[in-house]
């Protein structure tokens, strides 16, 4: 091979091996404020499927408890803070949105000004497709108990392993994706500190932004006083350009050991939960985990979202 051709075969090479991130979105959907009970979302009240303490409930339950609540500019959707539970009765009365609409190659952005927070809480912010876990689970956003760095994760079919040497800033948990294998652990990624929980919170929150196409899944984050946070994110301007944020925390590429156009062959809703006490949290003791969600309510009183805005760009 004449020696040009052969340094542009490994330029090319090296390329394939980092991501290939620079494209531009424009604004296709945002949810602001009282976007979020206009019909948007709905509201699912299936049992927990992760057997947490809790109850899902309706809209109309939901808005006379004031589990939800809109202004304009902020939604605020919490859990039950008030009632003390019985140990043999039903959980903790929560809220599970999903958005109606449903998205494939695109950019989200989650302007979040506060998460729930308190012992026994596990909130999360995520996309997954039909056929569960088929065409695949992002999560996010997601953590639990106080925690102080948030954790991205997908959660695939039986054939999805990550390399452990990626573009990426976070510190690997687990490259196995398969949710039939570790308990459905996923492959997780672990953000810096104060990503997550009552750090988080008390700067102010921040920005959490994932990009999805065939090729690879990326999520960022950016602290509320960030001074690297691009004006796109932060002004949530119409249109978004990835190849300005950076190095992604959390960095899932497609590979030989995972084929991410068919592993995500589907188009995702994005979901909002807030649970308690389930299987992420029943270690070391569920019962006394469970037990201080039902005797505990006032311990609730920060278990809330409070959202500026969901931005989808495609
Ligand atoms: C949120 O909701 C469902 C069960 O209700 C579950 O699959 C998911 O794992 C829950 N929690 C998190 C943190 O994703
Ligand atoms: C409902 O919750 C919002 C947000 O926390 C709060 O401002 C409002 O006062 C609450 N309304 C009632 C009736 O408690």
């Not at 075969?9 to 959907?29: F, I, K, P, Q």
């Not at 979302?41 to 939901?62: C, H, K, L, M």
């Not at 639990?144 to 510190?171: A, E, I, K, W």
Request: proline fraction near 5%; charged fraction near 15%.
């Amino acid at each position: 091979m004449p020696s040009f051709a052969r340094l542009l075969s490994s330029v090319v090479v090296a390329a394939g091996l980092l991501r290939v991130h620079a494209a531009t979105y424009n604004e296709a959907t945002s949810y602001i404020g009282q976007d979020f009970l206009n019909g948007a979302f709905t509201f699912f009240t299936d049992p927990d499927p992760t057997d947490g303490r809790v109850i899902y409930v309706n809209q109309a339950t939901a808005a006379a408890d004031n589990l939800t609540f809109a202004t304009d500019d902020v939604f605020i959707l919490r859990a039950d803070d008030t009632t003390v539970l019985s140990s043999s009765g039903p959980g903790r009365n929560s809220v599970r949105l999903t958005s109606v609409a449903t998205f494939s190659t695109s950019a989200i952005v989650l302007d979040l000004a506060h998460m729930p927070q308190g012992c026994g809480t596990w909130p999360a912010f995520w996309t997954f497709g039909p056929n569960w876990p088929l065409t695949g689970e992002i999560d996010i956003m997601e953590g639990v108990n106080n925690q102080n760095f948030n954790q991205g994760t997908l959660h695939t079919g039986p054939s999805c392993t990550m390399p452990s040497s990626r573009d990426q800033t976070g510190n690997i948990a687990n490259n196995d994706c398969a949710a039939a294998d570790d308990g459905n652990d996923g492959c997780g990624v672990e953000f810096a500190s104060n990503t997550f929980g009552p750090n988080f919170n008390s700067a102010g929150g921040g920005w959490f932004a994932m990009e999805r196409t065939s090729e690879f899944i990326s999520i960022w984050f950016w602290p509320r006083d960030s001074t690297t946070v691009t004006p796109d994110v932060k002004d949530g301007q119409s249109s978004v350009n990835t190849g300005n944020w950076g190095t992604p925390v959390a960095n899932f590429p497609t590979s030989s050991t995972c084929d991410l156009a068919a592993e995500f062959g589907a188009a995702h809703n994005i979901i909002i939960n807030l649970t308690f006490c389930g299987v992420f949290v029943n270690t070391p003791s569920s019962y006394t985990l469970s037990h201080y969600v039902n005797a505990n309510p006032g311990a609730f009183s920060d278990a809330f979202f409070e959202i500026n805005a969901i931005r989808v760009y495609e």
